[in-house]
Each structure stands twice: as structure tokens, then as C-alpha cells.
């Protein structure tokens, strides 16, 4: 165990869904290996509740799915122009410039539901 973020403390939410819950536990036992105090919310609504507490500081990151950030926070109607690293980085860059929110990156996680 690393003490590279030793003092930093960090508050992540999470969606109602298991993969949600699975993926904030990675990230808080990755942040914790490197010496972080993690606090986890789970279960704290959808899109809209857990953008409001990220942009109100009352969490520091969530997981998002790209579509899903597309047409939910962005309320874009069109097919989203790019998919999986390309639209995180295009996410990034809007976010960034008119949030001041970056996207740390993408897990190569697919939520399509099938059989």
C-alpha cells in the first residue's frame, strides 16, 4: 500500500444498481491503498440526484455511463457523435470548460442489456 494521497479525503456516490455499488468499491479500496479516507453514498437516486451533489460538493466523483451523461446532464437528443474513449474525452473537455468537471477516465465496462 502506497501512501501517495495520504490526507486526502473523498466522498463517492453511486446510482441504485449493483454494477454501481461494484464500481464505486474499486475506485474507494484503489483510493484507500494509496492512504485517501474514502467515504461511500450508495444508493442516491439517478443521474440528475447524483449530478446535483457533485456540482453542490457534497460528493467528489461517481461512476456515469457516457450515453446516459449525454442525454440526461447534456440533454443532447442526437446520437452521441463518438463512443467509449472518444466520448469520455469529448464529455472531458465540455465538462471541464463549462464545469470545471473532469472525467478521470474509462472503464471498458458495457451495460448493454442482452442475452
Known amino acids: 500500500a502506497g501512501q501517495a494521497l495520504s490526507g486526502m479525503s ?6 441504485a444498481y449493483t454494477e454501481q455499488r461494484i464500481l ?3 475506485v474507494a479500496e ?20 447524483l449530478r446535483e451533489a457533485l456540482l453542490d460538493g457534497n460528493i467528489q466523483m461517481y461512476p456515469e455511463f457516457n450515453a446516459t451523461a449525454w442525454s440526461v ?3 443532447e ?6 463512443q467509449g474513449t ?3 474525452k469529448l464529455l ?14 474509462f472503464a471498458p465496462f458495457n451495460n448493454t442489456y442482452g442475452f
Open 30 to 49: 484503489a483510493l484507500e491503498a494509496q492512504g485517501a479516507v474514502v467515504e461511500r453514498q450508495f444508493n442516491m437516486g439517478g443521474t440528475p440526484e
Open 92 to 105: 472531458d473537455t465540455r465538462d471541464k470548460a463549462e464545469n470545471g468537471i473532469e472525467w478521470v477516465g
Open 73 to 75: 446532464i447534456w440533454e
Open 77 to 82: 437528443t442526437d446520437e452521441p457523435p463518438a
Open 10 to 15: 473523498v466522498t463517492i456516490g453511486s446510482k
Open 24 to 26: 464505486v468499491e474499486i
Open 86 to 88: 472518444e466520448l469520455t
